[in-house]
């Protein structure tokens, strides 16, 4: 008995001695809010460029990825979403938008010129000669007019504009603007640089370039810095999205550049200035 009582001490004894393995973490969940479909954005089998973003933060901050879709575009829905707890991010949300805590900015695009083969070239500037003779479309209406049609009419060529409401909004109303471009019922379209890209994608033969300049004096821009967006005093979760974004910036880059979004250079958090792509 007591040789059997001493064995079962020491094989205790043992196991207490062993290294102790612990145990896998449990993972948490990033819930992303997700707008409707929008290409370039999202898209029915995520490879949108919010899709893929949020699956590379998520993989490497070690969360289950939630996906939260949203019933419309409106960033009041956006911002009752994230303030009543519904989703913790959103992705390629404007720098310092009101109403959310923003991350570093990791990528910059703006309103671009597009041409296609064989048309119009590409203007150097919103001062090229050249505008005054061209036929020129544009997202939006006179009500509600971009900023690139502000710096045209203080150009005064109010005139060359031929408007297409719902293009920037719409897929189905840039498709028709970019057909006109197809059909030489104008000679240049001016659009938003994602949707642009995202069109140019499906039809070879389109010419694009981002508008310049970046800021129409005093103070009209035609570039915007996005983020991601989270709830206001989120100070921790905005931290940890900073340091993923600087540990994959090459990785998201390679999302942009993949979709043909025409890019400006950004400053990387603690860094030198990274190449963008037009």
Not at 21 to 41: E, Q
Not at 126 to 152: K, N
Request: proline share 9%.
């Amino acid at each position: 008995m007591a040789m059997r009582g001493w064995g079962t001490i020491l094989g205790l004894a043992g196991l207490l001695a062993l290294p102790l393995i612990p145990a896998p973490a449990r993972a948490w969940t990033l819930s992303v809010c997700r707008a409707p479909d929008s290409a370039p954005y999202t898209r029915p089998d995520g490879t949108g460029i919010d899709d893929r973003v949020a699956t590379i933060l998520a993989e490497a901050m070690g969360a289950e990825l939630k996906i939260v879709p949203l019933p419309d575009r409106r960033t009041r829905t956006l911002r009752r979403f994230l303030h009543g707890g519904g989703c913790d991010i959103a992705l390629s949300v404007p720098d310092k938008r009101q109403g959310f805590q923003t991350s570093q900015v990791y990528y910059a695009t703006g309103f671009v010129f597009m041409t296609q083969d064989g048309g119009a070239r590409l203007p150097a500037s919103l001062d090229d000669p050249a505008l005054g003779s061209l036929r020129i479309g544009v997202a939006g209406d006179p009500q509600h007019p971009i900023p690139p049609v502000i710096a045209l009419a203080k150009r005064g060529l109010t005139d060359r504009l031929r408007y297409f409401p719902q293009a920037r909004l719409d897929d189905a109303a840039t498709g028709r603007m970019v057909q006109a471009l197809a059909d030489n019922e104008i000679d240049l379209a001016i659009l938003w640089g994602p949707t642009a890209a995202s069109v140019a994608a499906h039809r070879p033969g389109l010419r694009l370039s981002l508008v310049t300049p970046e800021i129409d004096l005093p103070v009209l821009p035609m570039v915007a810095m996005f983020t991601i967006g989270m709830r206001p005093g989120d100070l921790a979760l905005r931290n940890d999205i900073d340091r993923t974004l600087d540990q994959r910036w090459d990785e998201i880059q390679v999302v942009l550049r993949d979709a043909g979004i025409p890019t400006r250079p950004v400053n990387r958090r603690g860094g030198a200035p990274r190449e963008g792509r037009e």
